[in-house]
């Protein structure tokens, strides 16, 4: 037994109701924040994609890098445009101090790139990683769903606090099974139109440079919509009614 802050004694009861009132806040307030599965996984995937700015700054480095290429026809001078236009978007991040997360996604995404090109002198090498990316993220994201634990889920268990209880509802499971099928599409997709320009004969950057960017945003927007369009048509609880 122990004093509580009035001073008067705390029993073993008032201690577990005290240590049952102080738990974690943050995931009440998140489960307050978000009634429903559907508004939970809108409001995470929105910030996961970093909204319009920030997919066009993962896109503005391969965009530099490719126009370079194609009008210069020279591998080190593309790799420093991609690199130069990354560099120079996060100083643009850093000066306004907001999160510079997605530019370094995509200063990370170009270096890689350019370390394949580099190696191999060929331009084409600079697209191998963004391919090999997809297909294992098409690989993973499958069999999450396959094992049931759709990889969307764990959204859920970012919003609730925990990060399994999702699975004991059939009709969630259900629903993020649904929406991780529309992540694993534009992952396909991008494998199955670009894997077999880059493996083509002569130099394909170019054309591997345009399906890159034809294939990033404006597919990510579009599985978004889709994503959308299926959590708008449902009002699944994040909390059962308990019995």
């Not at 802050?5 to 240590?19: C, K, L």
């Not at 170009?110 to 190696?119: E, H, K, V």
């Not at 699975?167 to 894997?195: E, F, M």
């Amino acid at each position: 037994m122990r004093a509580g802050r009035d001073g008067a004694a705390e029993t073993p009861e008032t201690a577990g109701a005290a240590e049952q009132e102080a738990r974690p806040r943050d995931a009440r307030v998140r489960r307050d924040a978000h009634d429903t599965v559907e508004a939970a996984v809108r409001a995470q995937l929105s910030k996961a994609l970093g909204g319009v700015r920030g997919m066009l700054e993962a896109a503005a480095p391969v965009t530099a890098f490719t126009l370079t290429y194609v009008l210069l026809d020279e591998v080190r001078t593309a790799v420093f445009a991609g690199i130069g236009a990354a560099v120079v978007l996060l100083l643009v991040r850093v000066v306004q101090r907001s999160n510079p997360q997605f530019v370094l996604n995509s200063l990370l995404g170009i270096a890689i790139a350019a370390f394949f090109a580099l190696r191999s002198g060929d331009a084409e090498d600079a697209f191998l990683p963004g391919i090999m990316l997809n297909a294992a993220y098409a690989v993973g994201l499958t069999f999450s769903i396959l094992v049931r634990w759709p990889a969307v889920g764990f959204i859920i268990g970012s919003v609730t606090g925990d990060p399994t209880a999702w699975r004991s509802d059939p009709g969630i499971v259900k629903l993020c099974s649904r929406l991780t099928w529309l992540l694993v599409l534009p992952c396909v997709l991008r494998v199955a139109v670009q894997y077999p320009i880059y493996i083509a004969a002569g130099d394909q950057s170019g054309l591997l440079g345009a399906a890159k960017i034809g294939m990033g945003w404006p597919l990510q927007v579009a599985a978004l919509a889709a994503m959308v369009w299926l959590l708008a048509r449902g009002r699944t609880p994040i909390e059962r009614p308990r019995a």
